[in-house]
């Protein structure tokens, strides 16, 4: 069995955020319509840190990623990625995880901002400006144009300084969108005004959380997996701190992808997207980038 081993390099050259965009708007769609099986994840917590399994397939690919996620370590997630045939279970190509993690993060967050940020946003938030808050400005501006004022905010107040054409501020202010994508382990958003679509990227285990349970209790909150944010989400954060059940989330993206639930109905609601990565999205980028390296020539080709 000949198996394409990917660098991050090698996917880097094969893999751009617009690529992601569409690719994860079909996957949330075919999930919504029904056409694939849900995605599963698992979770394994060690001393500094945890790894976590997310799996899935569509049409005749599988994806599995085992990605390491520790608070101190630079970078802080890193893994791999097995694309394999969902046919026959031959294993296709080994690729590491980073880029894909990234890309596709923030094309889930586009997507969202599509069906769920008011027409007409012009102002963005975005907290965390590292390589993730860069490639969340990056996104959203791919689907909100109208969008000309950037707010930056970061501990390091030199990253803040450095996201491209961004203002940095000291504290939360008030916009038409805002995105959070840190490493908190406590609430850092209690509020927001009304109207407002806010992306929820950080928190993807179940120490790790940005929202305060009572600005999801008093949100429209759509999930892109609501058993998988139930479990590692701020979702899961609210629960448990009686501020909402599980019942109360309006749906989740696919479903609104698909057509079968409305997305934003009014300027006035607040709406939180609570994004925890699925796994079909993985699929989705990986296949893209398998595909490409074969016409490319790209990577190196071994025998288990």
Excluded at 161 to 185: I, K, M, N, Q, W
Aim: hydrophobic residues 45%; proline residues 4%.
């Amino acid at each position: 069995m000949q198996v394409r081993l990917l660098s991050r390099r090698d996917v880097a050259s094969l893999l751009n955020v617009d690529d992601c965009i569409d690719a994860v708007e079909r996957a949330f769609g075919m999930l919504g319509r029904g056409e694939v099986p849900p995605p599963a994840v698992a979770g394994v917590h060690v001393p500094g840190g945890a790894f976590h399994i997310k799996a899935a397939a569509a049409g005749d690919r599988f994806a599995a990623k085992i990605n390491g996620n520790f608070f101190e370590a630079v970078p802080r997630i890193k893994g791999v990625i097995v694309l394999a045939d969902a046919t026959d279970g031959r294993p296709l190509a080994l690729m590491d995880s980073i880029e894909i993690t990234i890309l596709r993060t923030g094309a889930a967050t586009a997507v969202a901002a599509k069906y769920l940020a008011r027409r007409g946003a012009r102002t963005a938030l975005i907290c965390g400006c590292g390589t993730q808050g860069q490639i969340q400005l990056q996104a959203i501006r791919r689907v909100l144009p109208g969008l000309d004022t950037i707010y930056a905010l970061d501990a390091d107040r030199a990253r803040a300084a450095a996201l491209p054409r961004a203002t940095p501020v000291g504290d939360f202010v008030e916009a038409d969108v805002v995105v959070t994508c840190t490493p908190s382990r406590s609430a850092i958003l209690h509020r927001v005004g009304a109207g407002t679509f806010v992306a929820a990227v950080g928190a993807d285990s179940h120490e790790k959380q940005e929202l305060a349970p009572q600005l999801m209790a008093s949100s429209k909150v759509v999930t892109d997996v609501t058993e998988q944010c139930a479990s590692i989400g701020d979702l899961h954060h609210a629960i448990a701190a009686g501020a909402m059940a599980r019942e109360q989330v309006h749906a989740e993206l696919g479903e609104i992808v698909a057509g079968k639930k409305p997305g934003r109905e009014n300027d006035r609601e607040t709406i939180i997207f609570d994004s925890t990565g699925m796994a079909l999205q993985d699929v989705a980028a990986a296949t893209i980038v398998y595909e490409r390296a074969l016409a490319s020539g790209i990577g190196v080709d071994f025998e288990l």
